[in-house]
């Protein structure tokens, strides 16, 4: 590494990861420095991006939740984005230690995009649609388009994550994590849950079971159906279980040194009965 650059500006920022082919962005370096103090990378220039006013804090715009992606985990799970966005707050609250919740960030959990990363789930199950501005401009990209199939997110040369936008939603959301313990676990597999009563809108996402979060659209439009939209109620007991079968059937999940994909199945079923459960009591 030979460079290394502090932009007061997200002009600048781009500028710098322009001015240098293969620099790399930095926000919070609990990714990238783990890479880069193992060896497994040496980029010829790091951009820190601590600095830029246009990633920090979030606002509501026209019935969204606009999310800087220098926002860090203990930033997404303050009562007062909490309340707006739950689901997004649970996983965040469920990362790392607070050490890594105090520097760890929205954009670097999308530039990253591991398997493991908690935030993306509860961002699929919202419908999150990802800022980006880069060399040739702005543009907006839904975060599943970004994801699909890759290692890496499908992010242009030079491009940064700028801001992630989710609809503000009346109805309940959770997020549910399982890992080998409580706290510092990857995440062996997790569950999202978002309802809309307003919109009669259902999103569940499945987290760590394939390269990229896997959304649930059989279950969600059985689920849709068995939902009493008008008092926000399941008609009976059944419904959780039966949700949580469907959740499972839909997955193929994957069979790694973490969890056999059997067991990731039979997590995944109890973690979608449980959130519904907590979501929604019967009629
Ligand atoms: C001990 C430990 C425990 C952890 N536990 C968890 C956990 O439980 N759950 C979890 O999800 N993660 C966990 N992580 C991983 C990490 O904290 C998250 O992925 C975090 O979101 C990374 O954010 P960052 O700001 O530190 O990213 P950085 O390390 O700074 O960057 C990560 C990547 O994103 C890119 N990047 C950063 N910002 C942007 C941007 N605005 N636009 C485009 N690209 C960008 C960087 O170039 C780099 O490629 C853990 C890490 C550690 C070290």
Redesign the pocket.
Known sequence: MNLASMPRSLDEAVEALSATPGA???????????EINAGLLLPRAVVA?ADVPE?AGWTVHEGHLLLG??LT?AQLSHPDLAVLAPALAQAAR????PQ?RN??????????A?P????LPALTALGAVVTCRGPRGWREVPLGELLAGRRRPA?LPG????SVRVPLTRGPQEFIKVGRRNA????VASFALVIDLDHRYIGCAAGAVAPAPVRLTEAEQWLATAIDWVVGRVADPGVYDRFGELVARQLDPVDDYRAPAAYRRHVIAVCAARALRRALPTR
């Open positions: 790399l962005a930095i926000a919070g370096g609990t990714d990238l420095m783990v991006l990633l992606a220098n985990f469920a990362v790392g230690s890594v520097v760890g960030t929205l954009g670097g959990n999308i530039g990253t591991a493991t990363s908690d935030l992010l491009e940064l994550v700028v510092l676990a990857p995440t």
